[in-house]
């Protein structure tokens, strides 16, 4: 009959469905048919809807929300860097350098003679040795002590730094001789030998060397670890830098092969989430030239569906991270140094005008644009270019973002604004870290850091994200953070004045994110019309203790209409 409501194919209801809207409205009930969303109301408004072939699931008061988006996420590399591919040596499986040492002496008993040893995960924060004494810090030696048959090489959480032993350095001709590349720095013994400490681009001299996966063992990995993310209730990612400028970084994780993987589960129907591409056409350290010769060679890839699989943008670094003092600063460390751009140039003014000229580069390509940016005085330097591309060569809708933007200032955040630009934030990273940056850069700027508040209150478009592997991909321990912002050793509350509320907080992990896909005009609310991608929590999520989120338990998920988890 002309205006009857088609029969859903699934109806959750009885509970509180917290749409991620505008208005963050409420509902008590939704239903699906086939792909989409039929509609949202109450629970005998999706009851009356139901047919004879409808699935009916009471909520018994249990929240529903959209399919969360991490919206930065290393999918390939997060698949790639655990067992059986690597080992496990982050906190909590490990909280000494005696403790590491204890898994790569029993991985060297297993793994064949003149193999690799692999592993991710370290963080000296975490680490009984390095909190005794702050001048104790991982060398090679103790890795040498328990396998000096093999190489070995473990990755630090943030991916920014290695801990190779001698065999590994030997194999792949780091000495007291080597030269770092750009961006690159190698920690020296006072004779000048490396130490086995290897940071951001000078990770990838060890790194470049290390097997390659399979692509039949890339999808098989990625594919599994798409089933843990239903498990979280994530149906959408970014994955933030797939090219040739990742080739060498650990196992190829952000190489031009996984492309490939994506590409294949995606033609063979095996892709069963939404992910977004960062092309990532040069490696940290690297120039214009690199950018313009990686373009030319990934062009823009095509994709058999762009709902599932889609390269949107390009990826540039700019500069380090925070806990390495790599961060390009305006103000000096407490220790001293100012950090420093990465990117190729002899000087900072040679490095400023090269990294206007790379995001240039992929601005007029018509790419979106995602920079690795942390430090203050690179995010200005980063946010002005943005705006000369865009007075140069104007596009309407660009969507170009600051990704981490750790120490965002009002500067910036204004000059977003008014282009439309965002940024993309790692609560949950703040939660990690936020006891040891007070050492790192002193309390002040430490309180400061990601300051999620002072973004959103200046009109700036903020998502927030995992960084997976760098923090497990738990969306709901970023919600806390970001409503408490309290530190994960202490318990401390660290900038209590950019506390956000628990609305801005879901936003930033399902609708704001669709908007950075370009994407929000089909996914990302729970609103008819809109991709039937769902998250059922196991308790009303409004007005919980934001400290019980991170305990709130993931009973069900819906991706493209289709239960793909039932706890």
């Known amino acids: 009959m002309p205006g009857t409501t088609p029969t859903p194919t699934l109806v959750l209801t009885g509970g509180q469905v917290l749409t991620a809207d505008r208005d963050f409205t409420r509902a008590e009930g939704v239903a699906v048919r086939g792909r989409e969303i039929l509609a949202t109301g109450t629970d005998a408004e999706m009851r009356a809807l139901a047919g004879p072939g409808t699935r009916v699931i009471g909520l018994g008061g249990r929240?529903?929300?959209?399919?969360?988006?991490?919206?930065?996420?290393?999918?390939?590399?997060?698949?790639?860097?655990?067992?059986?591919?690597?080992?496990?040596?982050?906190?909590?499986?490990?909280?000494?350098?005696?403790?590491?040492?204890?898994?790569?002496?029993?991985?060297?008993?297993?793994?064949?003679?003149?193999?690799?040893?692999?592993?991710?995960?370290?963080?000296?924060?975490?680490?009984?040795?390095?909190?005794?004494?702050?001048?104790?810090?991982?060398?090679?030696?103790?890795?040498?002590?328990v396998a000096p048959g093999h190489p070995v090489c473990l990755t630090d959480f943030s991916q920014h730094m290695?801990?190779?032993?001698?065999?590994?350095?030997?194999?792949?001709?780091?000495?007291?001789?080597?030269?770092?590349?750009?961006?690159?720095?190698?920690?020296?013994?006072?004779?000048?030998?490396?130490?086995?400490?290897?940071?951001?681009?000078?990770?990838?001299?060890?790194?470049?060397?290390?097997?390659?996966?399979?692509?039949?063992?890339?999808?098989?990995?990625?594919?599994?670890?798409?089933?843990?993310?239903?498990?979280?209730?994530?149906?959408s990612y970014t994955e933030p830098g797939l090219g040739p400028g990742g080739d060498g970084s650990l196992f190829g994780g952000l190489g031009t092969d996984n492309w490939t993987a994506y590409d294949a589960l995606a033609r063979d129907g095996e892709l069963a989430a939404r992910v977004s591409v960062l092309l990532l056409p040069a490696p940290m350290g690297g120039s214009a030239d690199d950018v313009r010769e990686g373009l030319r060679t990934l062009a823009r890839p095509a994709s058999p569906d762009p709902r599932l699989l889609n390269a949107i943008g390009v990826k540039i670094f700019a500069d380090g991270v925070p806990p390495n003092r790599t961060a390009w600063m305006n103000d000096p460390y407490p220790q001293g140094g100012h950090g420093a751009l990465c990117v190729h140039g002899d000087t900072p003014a040679l490095q400023v005008a090269e990294l206007r000229e790379m995001i240039g580069v992929a601005h007029r390509a018509g790419f979106q644009l995602g920079v690795h940016v942390t430090g203050d005085r690179a995010i200005d330097t980063v946010v002005d270019a943005f705006a000369t591309a865009q007075a140069a060569h104007p596009r309407s809708d660009a969507r170009h973002y600051v990704i981490h933007g750790d120490f965002i200032g009002p500067a910036a955040l204004a000059k977003l604004a008014a282009h439309g630009y965002g940024v993309n934030m790692n609560p949950a990273i703040k939660w990690t870290v936020s006891d040891l940056m007070d050492e790192v850069v002193g309390a002040e700027r430490s309180a400061y850091q990601w300051p999620v508040r002072s973004a959103v209150e200046a009109g700036v478009r903020v998502c927030a994200s995992s960084d997976a592997p760098i923090t497990e991909p738990d969306w709901r321990q970023g919600v806390a953070a970001m409503m408490l912002r309290e530190s994960k050793g202490s318990g401390r509350v660290s900038g209590p004045g950019q506390r956000v509320p628990l609305a801005t907080a879901v936003r930033a992990y399902t609708s704001v994110p669709a908007w950075q896909d370009f994407a929000d005009g089909w996914k990302g609310t729970v609103e008819p019309g809109k991709a039937a991608d769902l998250c059922v929590l196991d308790r009303p999520l409004a007005d919980l203790d934001p400290h019980d989120i991170p305990g709130v338990r993931v009973d069900l998920t819906v991706f493209d209409g289709r239960v793909v988890y039932e706890r």
């Open 63 to 145: 929240t529903v929300l959209p399919g969360i988006n991490d919206s930065h996420l290393h999918g390939a590399a997060y698949a790639l860097m655990r067992p059986p591919f690597a080992l496990d040596v982050g906190h909590p499986a490990v909280t000494s350098i005696a403790d590491i040492a204890r898994a790569v002496r029993e991985a060297a008993r297993t793994v064949p003679p003149g193999e690799w040893i692999i592993g991710l995960g370290w963080d000296a924060g975490y680490l009984a040795e390095c909190l005794a004494d702050p001048r104790r810090f991982p060398h090679r030696r103790d890795l040498d002590a």
């Open 162 to 235: 290695v801990w190779a032993n001698s065999e590994a350095l030997r194999r792949c001709r780091v000495d007291a001789a080597s030269t770092p590349p750009p961006g690159g720095v190698i920690d020296r013994d006072p004779d000048g030998t490396p130490a086995g400490i290897l940071r951001e681009a000078a990770g990838g001299l060890v790194q470049a060397h290390l097997p390659a996966p399979t692509t039949a063992q890339r999808r098989k990995a990625i594919a599994g670890m798409i089933g843990e993310l239903h498990a979280r209730g994530i149906t």
